[in-house]
Every structure is written in structure tokens, then in C-alpha cells.
């Protein structure tokens, strides 16, 4: 089945700075890629996906991008702000597996003021 | 429209009770997945249904836990003779139906589970 492998575990950065987090994947089935956010005791929340027909997205300050050949995918905050402090995950599944997503370990991202 | 609703909140049962778990998805969704959540771990895949069916589930620990999700009604997981590693929080996410599925999962506000 598919393995998602997230780094680093923990990242802490100043407020406007920019943060990076790095995910790979081992199915080469896998189609569909999103990035979940989830705040203490809450539920997780879908912030941004891509799908393998794409290389990169940017929603504001968030981006994604993916090299299927490698087969690797990263988040990009850019000009972080305190509230940016959640867990995120990353995720990997493909419409053959009914999109049951295969989730990442989760990277505790700290934006300090 | 509601969001997928998840009860109870919270559950605290003594070693060896039964926890049932419910989840009701967003309206007009016919897939249901339940994940795992460790305390400062991510999120196991444990089972994909759809109605009246068991798609997926390979995550599911063979003994002790089953799920279902019927005609009518919210979908039930069960943990039979709990013990203490099995207290977690217990997420349910859905989605629509293949033709209008656009991978994304919309989760539940979970079950917190503690087994003492």
C-alpha cells in the first residue's frame, strides 16, 4: 500500500519568515495530493491539494508543488503569521483506492512573534 | 448544510466495555472513512464504506473492532472489550459520490476515546 513520509517533524520560524515542509510518497498510483491543517483539538481541514497533471498551486500565501518523477511534494507558507501555528499533514491517495488518503505523520509548525 | 457530525464528542469507558462511535456524513455524501488519531500522531487509515458496503478495511485491526454503515443511519464503529491503547480520537470523514468526487475529505470534529 502506499507509505507517505513527512518531514521535519517539528518546525519552528519567526513571524514572516517562510516555512517548508516535504512529503514523498512510494504508490505511483497515487493522483491526488492535499494538505490538511489541524489546530489543537479541532478537526483536520483541507488548506490546499494538487493533482498529478500539475506541477505547482499557489493559493495567497500557501503553495504546493509536486515532482511525480521523484515523487515528492512540498508546502510552502510564505510571510507566516502566529495563527499559521497548527499541525499539518500531507496526504496521498488515487481515485483507484476510492480516495481513502493515506496520511503523513504531521509536521507541529510553531510561528513565533 | 451540515457538516459530517460525529457523537460522541467524548467517550470514557473502563477496560473491557464496548464504545460505539457514530458519524453522520455531509448530506449528499454516500462515503464514509474512519481514521485513527494517536496523541501527538497522525491519522491511520482504519475503513472506506459506502452504504451497506465495506470497501477498504485494511486498516482495521482484526479483532475487537468492526464498522458499518447501513441503509439508514449514521455509520458505527465498534471497539469491543476496550483497553487502554485503544483510547484516541477517532475521526470520520466523507465524501461524495465517485462521479462528483473531487478527492477532498471533509471531516468530523472526532470521538475522543479514553479507555481507563
Known amino acids: 500500500g502506499e507509505n507517505v513520509e513527512q518531514h521535519p517533524s517539528t518546525l519552528s520560524v519567526q513571524e514572516g519568515d517562510s516555512a517548508v515542509i516535504k512529503c514523498t510518497y512510494s504508490d505511483s498510483a497515487s493522483n491526488y495530493f492535499p494538505w490538511y491543517k489541524q489546530e489543537l483539538g479541532k478537526r483536520p481541514q483541507l488548506i490546499i491539494d494538487i493533482r498529478s497533471n500539475v506541477g505547482e498551486k499557489k493559493d495567497q500565501r500557501i503553495a504546493v508543488t509536486l515532482n511525480k518523477t521523484a515523487k515528492h511534494f512540498s508546502l510552502h507558507i510564505t510571510e507566516t503569521q502566529p495563527e499559521d501555528s497548527a499541525v499539518y499533514f500531507c496526504a496521498a491517495s488515487s481515485v483507484t483506492t476510492g480516495y481513502a488518503l493515506n496520511f503523513g505523520k504531521g509536521t507541529s509548525l510553531l510561528v513565533t512573534p | 448544510n451540515a457538516g459530517v457530525m460525529q457523537n460522541p464528542r467524548h467517550l470514557v469507558r473502563r477496560r473491557g466495555q464496548e464504545a460505539r462511535l457514530r458519524c453522520s456524513p455531509m448530506k449528499g455524501h454516500s462515503h464514509v472513512y474512519w481514521y485513527r488519531q494517536l496523541p501527538e500522531e497522525g491519522l491511520k487509515f482504519m475503513v472506506y464504506?459506502?452504504?451497506?458496503?465495506?470497501?477498504?478495511e485494511s486498516g482495521m485491526p482484526k479483532e475487537r473492532f468492526s464498522a458499518e454503515f447501513p441503509k439508514e443511519g449514521p455509520s458505527i464503529l465498534r471497539i469491543q472489550q476496550v483497553v487502554r491503547g485503544d483510547s484516541a480520537a477517532y475521526f470520520c470523514?466523507?465524501?461524495?459520490?465517485?462521479?462528483?468526487?473531487?478527492?477532498?475529505?471533509?471531516f468530523g470534529e472526532g470521538s475522543r476515546l479514553t479507555v481507563l
Open positions: 464504506l459506502q452504504k451497506e458496503n465495506i470497501i477498504d
Open positions: 470523514a466523507s465524501s461524495p459520490s465517485n462521479r462528483l468526487n473531487t478527492g477532498e475529505l471533509f
